[in-house]
């Protein structure tokens, strides 16, 4: 068998038993067994599992991920999201599709915190979802905006696919986090330009005059304070140079839990389920790492990735040509499997290929520019049939909106995602300038 074929029959393997709904981190640790073993042998497969496990788990830049997880699940048990879209909708109340605008923003502020697309969606539709419909929005609108906007919890730092990008291409975590400041605004505006777009166009999916929009209260705006408390303390104390990125999740962490507590919504049970959900995520996030690390190992015994670097140079196309050609391939990917599965699986074979290109941008502008590209290119997944993970969080808590209105619901969204796409491509300045503010 050819390297080229072995590596076609690794994929195969793969997409046949996550068809069969195998989990993707037993998928490609199975694929990447298999492929190891046709190689090399079982003993020298016995022995990267021997040393390859520790070596991945002992690293201390992963203990960033289950931190940021914490910090996200204190602030989803800690009674912070009503405040956060009762501030926002009354913000957002004198324009047409306000409430459906200021879920946009709360899901924005929210995500400044918490690092989790899903974690995002499920917590402020929960809160904005009974709201939206009693003003009589439609399930549509509704749904779409809520499983659109919480893809802003991986957009706006922290993010977790984020870290797991920068573990993986050692690149500054915290410079990362500075790349996606302006992207993420972006994205919040596009949602909110998308929603006035939408109920203009397409009437009778928001009430043309809400009589009875809610009004700004200081108890609410009180309520929203500690969420800027924490992204102050938490950014300012790693772009400050006070701490690193791990401390400051630490710090964000026990900030966060000190704010439920003040709220008084912490419970003992509410206390161990954080723990408990944080090293379930963790768990398979941890899993996924393992299995794509020897998936990616039985590929790099193929050769294939570097063959494949080296003829793309050879082919002499614009280096935003190949980029265009990848996120075109992780769109569809997107579909097809999660956005850290997607992560961990190609960046090792597509960024040699990247860095290797000339753009024209120190390497280091380009490692931080195409991190960012990517993690906007994955939230399409998100959305996308047939996995469409939000979607099917926010339509779940809505259960009396059929699963296809809620695709139709993101499609507004999805197009400003493209829009949003193809500006950061063209324009990489959007990603890297505040970047030369961080030391």
């Not at 609108?141 to 499983?147: E, I, P, Q, R």
């Not at 997107?334 to 997607?342: I, N, P, R, T, Y």
């Amino acid at each position: 068998m050819t390297p080229v074929q072995l590596t076609v029959a690794i994929f195969a393997i793969m997409i046949v038993l996550m068809a069969l709904r195998t989990p993707i981190a037993v998928a490609m640790f199975v694929a990447g067994a298999v492929g190891y073993v046709a190689q090399a042998g079982w003993l020298p497969l016995s022995s990267f599992l021997n040393t390859q496990a520790f070596a991945r788990f002992a690293s201390y830049d992963l203990s960033v991920i289950p931190l940021f997880i914490l910090m996200g699940n204190f602030a989803t048990q800690g009674g912070i999201s009503k405040a956060l879209f009762e501030v926002a909708a009354a913000a957002m109340s004198r324009f047409k599709g306000g409430l459906a605008m200021g879920a946009v923003i709360a899901c924005a502020a929210f995500g400044a915190i918490c690092g989790s697309s899903v974690a995002t969606a499920a917590t402020i539709t929960s809160v904005a979802l009974p709201e939206m419909k009693r003003h009589g929005y439609s399930g549509r609108l509704a749904t779409g905006t809520l499983a659109a906007s919480g893809t802003l919890g991986i957009l706006i730092p922290p993010s977790v696919p984020l870290v797991i990008y920068a573990i993986l291409t050692e690149q500054n975590i915290a410079k990362l986090f500075a790349a996606a400041m302006i992207p993420g605004a972006i994205a919040m505006l596009g949602y909110i330009i998308a929603i006035a777009i939408y109920v203009r166009l397409v009437p009778g999916h928001a009430p043309e005059h809400d009589a009875d929009a809610p009004s700004l209260s200081a108890r609410a705006v009180w309520g929203v304070l500690p969420i800027v408390v924490i992204f102050l303390i938490v950014f300012g104390g790693i772009y400050g140079g006070k701490f690193t990125p791990t401390e400051g999740a630490a710090v964000g962490a026990a900030a966060t839990f000190f704010a439920a507590l003040v709220k008084r919504e912490m419970t003992w049970k509410k206390f161990k389920f954080c723990f408990y959900a944080t090293a379930e995520a963790s768990a398979m996030i941890f899993l996924i790492f393992l299995g794509a690390d020897l998936m990616n190992s039985a590929l790099t015994l193929t050769q294939v990735p570097g063959q494949l670097a080296a003829l793309v140079q050879n082919w002499g196309l614009s280096p935003f040509m190949v980029v265009a050609a990848i996120v075109g391939l992780y769109i569809v990917l997107g579909c097809l499997m999660d956005e850290l599965s997607v992560l961990l699986l190609t960046i090792p074979i597509f960024f040699p290929v990247i860095m290797g290109l000339d753009f024209g941008m120190p390497k280091e502008s380009v490692a931080l520019w195409f991190g960012i590209v990517v993690l906007m290119t994955v939230s399409f997944g998100l959305l996308s049939p047939p996995v469409g993970l939000n979607v099917y969080v926010v339509n779940g808590m809505a259960r009396d909106v059929p699963i296809a209105e809620s695709y139709r619901g993101v499609l507004p969204f999805l197009a400003s995602d493209l829009v949003r796409l193809l500006l950061l491509m063209l324009f990489p300045a959007l990603s890297l300038w505040l970047v030369q503010f961080v030391g």
